[in-house]
T-cell receptor, first 115, second 114 residues
Framework: DAGVIQSPRHEVTEMGQEVTLRCKPI?????LFWYRQTMMRGLELLIY????????DSGMPEDRFSAKMPNASFSTLKIQPSEPRDSAVYFC?????????????FGEGSRLTVL | AQTVTQSQPEMSVQEAETVTLSCTYD???????LFWYKQPPSRQMILVIR??????QNATENRFSVNFQKAAKSFSLKISDSQLGDAAMYFC???????????FGTGTSLTVIP
């Protein structure tokens, strides 16, 4: 069974550019989470979805960030315009509330560098 | 609000020795899950071990075991016979059953000394 798939693995862009990170959760999972990891702040929850519906986006830093989940197998995290302080590793993770063993399954992360 | 505290930013252990990583959490709920995740330099987050709060028996996975003290809200990870490949950042995590939210500690960086 394929794990959580994220793309791109690495992204280098210039300040002001739009960045789109993509995620394919594990098939059948009904929860999807986006996290950001930095040395300063550790692992921060940005937003999470249940059955494609955003449940809590209070962690989204500002209006430059947006996330969508148009269907059960795809989600995007968009930053527009990007700033150097957005440089981080962005993780997508999924889980099923009732089935399985309860843990989060993480993708390999997307390392974003904004110059 | 639920919080997870890892009070040891860094730990080190000699190869083949045993090390214990600490984790405490704050909750008013009685049913929840606890996890330890490992993040090696490759940055992949890997589940090490999980514990369901209603189970009194401590979870074990080969060289990894936990000491779950529900009343004290403590969930420590013991790594026996440490290996070089155990060097990584270790995160303690709490999952509440209502709302399915996860809370992570700040991590403990483990160095294994040959």
């Amino acid at each position: 069974d394929a794990g959580v798939i994220q793309s791109p693995r690495h992204e280098v862009t210039e300040m002001g550019q739009e960045v789109t990170l993509r995620c394919k959760p594990i098939s059948g999972h009904d929860y999807l989470f986006w996290y950001r990891q930095t040395m300063m702040r550790g692992l921060e929850l940005l937003i999470y979805f249940n059955n494609n519906v955003p449940i809590d986006d209070s962690g989204m830093p500002e209006d430059r960030f947006s996330a969508k989940m148009p269907n059960a197998s795809f989600s995007t995290l968009k930053i527009q315009p990007s700033e150097p302080r957005d440089s981080a590793v962005y993780f997508c993770a999924s889980t099923h509330y009732y089935r399985g063993t309860g843990e989060l399954f993480f993708g390999e992360g997307s390392r974003l560098t904004v110059l | 609000a639920q919080t997870v505290t890892q009070s040891q930013p860094e730990m080190s252990v000699q190869e083949a020795e045993t090390v214990t990583l600490s984790c405490t959490y704050d909750t008013s709920e009685s049913d929840y899950y606890l996890f330890w995740y490992k993040q090696p330099p490759s940055r992949q987050m890997i589940l090490v071990i999980r514990q369901e709060a209603y189970k009194q028996q401590n979870a074990t996975e080969n060289r990894f075991s936990v000491n779950f003290q529900k009343a004290a809200k403590s969930f420590s990870l013991k790594i026996s016979d440490s290996q070089l490949g155990d060097a990584a950042m270790y995160f303690c995590a709490y999952r509440r059953n209502t709302g399915n939210q996860f809370y992570f500690g700040t991590g403990t960086s483990l160095t294994v000394i040959p």
